[in-house]
T-cell receptor, first 115, second 114 residues
Framework: EAQVTQNPRYLITVTGKKLTVTCSQNMNHEYMSWYRQDPGLGLRQIYYSMNVEVTDKGDVPEGYKVSRKEKRNFPLILESPSPNQTSLYFC??????????????FGDGTRLSIL | TQLLEQSPQFLSIQEGENLTVYCNSSSVFSSLQWYRQEPGEGPVLLVTVVTGGEVKKLKRLTFQFGDARKDSSLHITAAQPGDTGLYLCAGEKEGRGGADGLTFGKGTHLIIQP
């Protein structure tokens, strides 16, 4: 089954404790992206990757890191989490970007609470 | 930043009624996508519109892309409780071949009451 898998689905942690949210897709997609979703603010892009070893900042990259060492994986790293990073996070992938017919496939989300 | 304004933010109507959700911008988008999101899940693509003036139908849902590719609408006929959810529009930023990904509207929370 084609899917984007995020782990963990839920995490409560404390300020300053490094954490990684994993994202894996099994569709051989080139493009992957991380979003955060907050009430009243909608979905905002954090980082994206056009392909292996190619990553770039989205609209709200501060406090986050990513890596794309393999095509299928795109982990999101919070080196020193802070309470303002409490949010619902989504990973998404698509075959590529551009062309207008590239649907993004989303994972089921990771709810992070930073105390 | 290219912004997408969705309206209304919240809509609660009775089963069987019709409704329209709007997605507006002052910017031109190469394409526009509509997603539906249910609680505890990620957004799921409903449709992509690419050409100005394009109309697409998905059962009781009708999607339209504005002639100038700055706005879009979603019309639901005879709404049913199963239509309840968060509806998101997302535009592919023009230029750079879509490298910057999608800009999302804040969404319309739709509740269809039986």
């Amino acid at each position: 089954e084609a899917q984007v898998t995020q782990n963990p689905r839920y995490l409560i942690t404390v300020t300053g404790k490094k954490l990684t949210v994993t994202c894996s897709q099994n569709m051989n997609h080139e493009y992957m992206s991380w979003y955060r979703q907050d009430p009243g603010l909608g979905l905002r892009q954090i980082y994206y990757s056009m392909n292996v070893e190619v990553t770039d900042k989205g609209d709200v990259p501060e406090g986050y890191k990513v890596s794309r060492k393999e095509k299928r994986n795109f982990p999101l790293i919070l080196e020193s989490p802070s309470p303002n990073q409490t949010s619902l996070y989504f990973c998404a992938s698509s075959p590529s970007m551009g062309g207008g017919n590239q649907p993004q496939h989303f994972g089921d989300g990771t709810r992070l609470s930073i105390l | 930043t290219q912004l997408l304004e969705q309206s209304p933010q919240f809509l609660s109507i009775q089963e069987g009624e019709n409704l329209t959700v709007y997605c507006n911008s002052s910017s031109v988008f190469s394409s526009l996508q509509w997603y539906r999101q249910e609680p505890g899940e990620g957004p799921v693509l409903l449709v992509t519109v690419v050409t100005g003036g394009e109309v697409k139908k998905l059962k009781r849902l009708t999607f339209q892309f504005g002639d100038a590719r700055k706005d879009s609408s979603l019309h639901i006929t005879a709404a049913q409780p199963g239509d309840t959810g968060l509806y998101l529009c997302a535009g592919e930023k023009e230029g750079r071949g879509g490298a910057d990904g999608l800009t999302f509207g804040k969404g319309t929370h739709l509740i269809i009451q039986p």
